[in-house]
């Protein structure tokens, strides 16, 4: 294969790893682009499903290393996009295609503008991984991935080296409408995140107690609200998207979690904080979100947590592509 359609995945945290142990699985020879300077060659990396621990070599390049990358996977937190796309900018050239793979909204539209000129996809996992070690990921609950453009320039069709993806166990998936997509999303994170930051449990946990099942049906019937009011043909209930989450990652512990309990920035503002923005540019009032939002920027400045890169003020809303 050309080095040119190599996929290269920038980040090396949990769903940077699972997707760089999947595709290796698949026989590909995917590239794991880290920061760490000095760091190169074939690296061994775990892959934990159903307790079964396979070894994988993969190979691993720095930043500070010359190369070309036609394809990137960017597998960072939202709030530290900025940075991984300064850092990778060296390393595109004009046929060069990013994919972000973040939680929440509102940094896709920056990227676009921080990299103009360059292909770039949006993307929704909702694979539960975390990882057991520096270098074992465990892939806690198989969910898919979801690619496409913002614009739909290829009507619905996609790039060459997508097919790559074909044989391998993460179910990737092309979409002709992924704002529609990163909109469930956003909002099925945006009660499942902070409701399993604020009760500190599993996925899985989340509904043991009535009280909280209480609170997230409210969650989900205003985050309906606020889809159908970006969507008048919106149907979907997030209640019956959100428990299926909750069903397939039912082993995992929600990104924010992780990141709490790792002492790192979560993405609170880029879910929550997006959500009631845009909940307020519609002129809809969401008490629960506003309510959960509130308990959970409590804890985490309770807690000392280091405060994340806000997303960029004044971000439009994604409702004229939402609403193809
Ligand atoms: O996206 C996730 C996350 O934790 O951020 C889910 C799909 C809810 C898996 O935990």
Redo the contacts with the bound molecule.
């Keep these: 294969m050309m080095e040119q359609s190599d996929i290269h995945i920038l980040g090396a945290g949990s769903i940077g790893q699972l997707i760089a142990c999947h595709l290796a699985k698949a026989g590909l020879d995917p590239v794991l682009v880290v920061r760490q300077p000095g760091i190169c060659g074939r690296q061994d990396f775990c892959l934990v499903e159903e307790e079964i621990t396979r070894n994988f070599s993969i190979r691993v390049k720095s930043l500070e290393q010359s190369f070309r990358a036609r394809v990137v996977l960017v597998c960072v937190k939202a709030w530290q996009l900025r940075q991984a796309l300064d850092d990778i900018r060296p390393h595109l050239d004009e046929h060069s295609e990013v994919v972000l793979l973040q939680?929440g909204m509102g940094h896709q539209q920056s990227a676009s503008e921080q990299l103009p000129g360059t292909g770039i996809i949006s993307g929704s996992?909702?694979h539960?991984a975390w990882l057991s070690a520096e270098r074992q990921v465990v892939h806690a609950?198989h969910?898919t991935i979801m690619l496409g453009y913002r614009d739909n320039r290829l009507n619905g069709n996609f790039p060459p080296w997508f097919g790559q993806f074909e044989n391998t166990a993460l179910s990737v998936h092309w979409s002709g409408n992924i704002d529609r997509v990163l909109w469930r999303k956003l909002a099925?994170?945006a009660v499942?995140?902070p409701l399993t930051l604020l009760h500190q449990c599993k996925?899985g946990e989340l509904l043991d107690q009535p009280e909280v099942e209480k609170q997230f049906g409210h969650l989900c019937r205003e985050a309906d609200r606020l889809l159908a009011r970006l969507d008048y043909r919106w149907r979907e209930s997030i209640e019956t998207g959100a428990r299926e989450?909750l069903r397939i990652?039912a082993g995992?512990w929600?990104?924010?979690v992780q990141d709490y309990r790792a002492g790192k920035p979560t993405e609170l503002d880029y879910i929550n904080g997006y959500l009631l923005a845009e909940a307020g540019r519609q002129g809809l009032e969401l008490p629960n979100h506003e309510q959960l939002h509130r308990r959970a920027r409590q804890m985490l400045a309770d807690s000392g947590a280091r405060e994340a890169a806000k997303p960029a003020a004044g971000q439009g809303a994604f409702s004229s592509h939402f609403r193809k």
Aim: proline share 0%; hydrophobic share 30%; glycine share 18%.
């Design positions: 939680n996992v909702t539960g609950g969910g099925i994170n499942v995140n996925n989450v990652t995992n929600s990104s924010m």
